[in-house]
Nanobody
Framework: QVQIVESGGGLVQAGGSLRLSCAVSRSTFSANAMGWFRQAPGKQRELVAGISSGGNTNYGDSVKGRFTISRDNAKNTVYLQMISLKPEDTAVYYC???????????WGQGTQVTVSS
């Protein structure tokens, strides 16, 4: 059973920064793609950022230039650095893992990010 645990969420003012972390209990972490999704109340879950096993990244249009995804394979951890946060970034952020982009098999419980105006 793969366990995914997110941390780092919280309340921040608009224009501020947060870094989310996602720890994965899987020895084959380095071979898997990792992703961050978010879901705001009344909205569908959307892709925020993804990173392949080889380090290739992609981002949702609304966060390009503001968010950066990275991974530390030695720590089985993926990060999401968020800057210039906006109230519309408010959502529950979920970490996910899978063999490749689009094939997301495992999900964390989510961490709340709230951006006040």
């Amino acid at each position: 059973q793969v366990q995914i645990v997110e941390s780092g969420g919280g309340l921040v003012q608009a224009g501020g920064s947060l870094r989310l972390s996602c720890a994965v209990s899987r020895s084959t972490f380095s071979a898997n793609a990792m992703g961050w999704f978010r879901q705001a109340p009344g909205k569908q879950r959307e892709l925020v950022a993804g990173i392949s096993s080889g380090g290739n990244t992609n981002y949702g249009d609304s966060v390009k230039g503001r968010f950066t995804i990275s991974r530390d394979n030695a720590k089985n951890t993926v990060y999401l650095q968020m800057i210039s946060l906006k109230p519309e970034d408010t959502a529950v952020y979920y970490c996910t893992s899978g063999p490749y982009f689009g094939r997301w098999l495992y999900w964390g419980q989510g961490t709340q990010v709230t951006v006040s105006s």
